[in-house]
């Protein structure tokens, strides 16, 4: 059974950076696809990004593009969300989910307990 583990989230200001962190446990991490979500309070979770297990392919929401950057390090089971700029906006539960056919399944099967990001003055 695959199990993943995030952490790193917290309280940050506006403009401040995160660094998020999920780390893979149960097999090795370049089988799968990693994504990572997030949901706001009386929001439907969205996704933000996903780091492909071929050939280093990511992908980021639009909301996100030029601020957050997602980076694996099989090495160490580790997938990581860098977050720059951040708004008021981005404050949700983050999530990393981990599959092994896609970025882009219909649902992702292995799923963390999230972290919660809050942004604010």
Known sequence: QLQLVESGGGLVQPG????LSCVVSGYTLDYY???WFRQAPGKERE???????NDN?????????GRFTIFR?????????QMNSLKHEDTAV????????SCFPRVYT???????????S
Do not use: E, P
């Not at 392919?57 to 593009?65: G, I, L, M």
């Not at 292995?110 to 604010?120: D, F, L, N």
């Open 16 to 19: 401040g950076s995160l660094r």
């Open 33 to 35: 696809h990693i994504g």
């Open 47 to 53: 996704g933000v990004s996903c780091a492909s297990r």
């Open 57 to 65: 392919s990511t992908y980021y929401a639009d909301s996100v593009k």
């Open 73 to 81: 390090d099989n090495a160490k089971n580790t997938v990581y969300l």
């Open 94 to 101: 983050y999530y990393c989910a981990a599959d092994s056919s």
């Open 110 to 120: 292995y799923w963390g307990q999230g972290t919660q990001v809050t942004v604010s």
